[in-house]
């Protein structure tokens, strides 16, 4: 199975910040990519697909990039409603697999 | 809306059996693949069990193969996972999950709120 790796673990950000996130496949999946972001008590919600595109209805300061092993979530003037754990996951090989989560704290 | 609602969890002894369901509205159901995704507290998520839009090709991860049946009843819009010899490693909160239309990849959306497993003596 292809293991993400996602880094850091946690961050602290204030409101207005720009947060960063990476995720690193065990072996390349090319763009086949996504993101998701999950509050305390909710599921997962689908961020973004294909590592770039952004899924319909969320708001554009949540952008993605990266091919083969190396991805980046950037959440740019990060918003109260933000502060979740975000999820990468991988597409490419079965089965799918996830990332241990980033979790997006107040500072 | 899509809506996906599951049901069916519950508190289960080690080796005992439990079946969810995952009742769906909003969409077609019958066009469209659908999975189960878990996650044990504190973890990240992790795919189950797949099934295509009729039921005819099902996946299992290997740490549920021979143990959990995946099945679909188009008519009643509804998806179900049999658990069955389960252990503690089977505690998790269980979600339905639609495959997405965006791109055509292999990521959910959505998902339903979930349904605690606990299985525990």
């Known amino acids: 199975d292809i293991q993400m790796t996602q880094s850091p673990s946690s961050v602290s950000a204030s409101v207005g910040d720009r947060v960063t996130i990476t995720c690193r496949a065990s072996q390349g999946v090319s763009t086949s990519l996504a993101w998701y972001q999950q509050k305390p008590g909710k599921a997962p919600k689908l961020l973004i697909y294909?590592?770039?595109s952004l899924q319909s209805g969320v708001p554009s300061r949540f952008s993605g990039s990266g091919y083969g092993t190396d991805f980046t979530l950037t959440i740019s003037n990060l918003q109260p409603e933000d502060f979740a754990t975000y999820y990468c996951q991988q597409a490419d090989s079965f089965p799918v697999t996830f990332g241990g989560g980033t979790k997006v704290e107040i500072k | 809306e899509v809506q996906l609602l599951e049901s069916g969890g519950g508190l289960v002894q080690p080796g005992g059996s439990l079946r969810l369901s995952c009742v769906t509205s909003g969409f077609t159901f019958k066009a469209h693949a659908m999975a189960w995704v878990r996650q044990a507290p504190g973890k990240g998520p992790q795919w189950v069990s797949s099934t295509d839009s009729i039921g005819r090709s099902t996946f299992y991860a290997d740490s549920v193969k021979g143990r959990f049946t995946i099945s679909r009843d188009n008519s009643k819009n509804t998806l179900y996972l049999q658990m069955s010899s389960l252990s503690a490693e089977d505690t998790a909160v269980y979600y339905c999950?639609?495959?997405?239309?965006?791109?055509?990849?292999?990521?959910?959306?959505?998902w339903g709120q979930g349904n605690l497993v606990t299985v525990s003596s």
């Open positions: 999950a639609k495959y997405a239309i965006s791109g055509g990849g292999r990521w959910f959306d959505p």
């Open positions: 294909a590592s770039s």
